[in-house]
């Protein structure tokens, strides 16, 4: 049985939940250390907090290090919860609150950490997507810059380009020294319509596909589809949730397979006879084309068929 510890994160303090307290603590290593202090007071403790878009990470190494079970959790989740306790209220020590209420209502697992190998391809991996990123705004910027504006822009541009290069290097020195990491990368890559791109986000972001169910992985992807029936009323069913980072590559990864891989092809090609819009018939291939992926780990000899 867990003795559960919440933390609301913000970017330079944690607000602490404890059962029978509450501290407030900085979001820096004298706070970690002082937190992990408390947690060895507790029998089986579990610190739970939400993923605060990075605010989160220097705590989730902290704990990592320290052999701290840590539960990082979907803040839609805890924020759904909170309505329907009938909440409205928001401040740092009400939302820890909620947290842990959120924590001994649900049968939360701990966060495994990431190898060293992963965690460092994460990171990789995030900064060249926000590299990226700033190669497409100054694009963008550069269509309606003034000329004398112009070489300032194709001088950023150059240089990301080159910053870019770079972190594509680093990754795959990452991937070709890690051998169950080089294993994945050749099975996917074979696959027409994955890149190296999609390839790396899904070991990096996806490192439990081996050991999930079908249904387990689509919905951990986000591309799992769910009824929105009432009574009489069928609904369309939807997408939501799952990991954005491995949605967004499978789904370019699903639009270039339509095209060119043999099975997914004539695939959407028979949802779009039916009727089906073309971004249900895509979202349709990307669950195809993770499943399959999903299957080549155990089955490397297997074929697209299914």
């Known amino acids: 049985m867990n003795t559960f510890v919440a933390v609301d994160i913000s970017k330079e303090t944690l607000e602490v939940r404890l059962p029978h307290t509450s501290i407030s603590l900085t979001n820096d290593a ?11 007071d507790l029998t089986n403790p579990m610190v739970v907090f939400e993923a605060t878009g990075g605010y989160e990470q220097s705590l989730k190494n902290a704990l990592h290090d320290a052999n701290v079970d840590l539960c990082l959790v979907n803040p839609a989740r805890v924020r759904a919860f909170a309505s329907s306790e009938g909440l409205k209220a928001k401040t740092d020590a009400i939302d820890a609150a909620m947290i842990l209420r959120f924590a001994q209502e ?7 950490a990431p190898s060293p190998a992963q965690a460092k391809l994460m990171a990789l991996l995030d900064r060249r997507s926000q590299v990226s990123e700033h190669i497409a705004r100054e694009k963008n910027r550069r269509q309606k810059a003034a000329d004398f504006i112009v070489p300032q822009i194709d001088e950023s541009i150059k240089q990301a380009e080159a910053q870019l290069q770079e972190l594509e290097r680093q990754i795959s020195i990452v991937i070709r ?62 997408i939501q949730g799952g990991r954005a980072k491995i949605r967004k590559v499978l789904y370019m990864a699903a639009q270039t397979a339509a095209i060119h891989n043999p099975v997914i092809k004539p695939y959407v090609q028979a949802l779009r006879e039916r009727g089906k819009p073309y971004r249900c018939a895509i979202v349709a291939a990307m669950r195809k084309l993770l499943l399959h992926l999903r299957s080549l780990i155990n089955n490397p000899e297997k074929t697209l068929a299914v």
């Open 30 to 40: 004298d706070g970690f250390e002082k937190l992990i202090g408390q947690c060895q």
């Open 106 to 112: 649900k049968r939360l697992k701990p966060t495994p």
């Open 177 to 238: 020294e890690t051998p169950e990491m080089k294993k994945q990368d050749g099975l996917f890559q074979e696959v027409k319509g994955v890149g190296e791109i999609t390839s790396w986000t899904l070991i990096a972001f996806l490192p439990e596909i081996a050991t999930l169910t079908r249904n387990q992985t689509v919905a951990m992807a986000g591309v799992a589809p769910y009824n929105r029936d009432s009574g009489r009323q069928q609904k369309p069913r939807r």
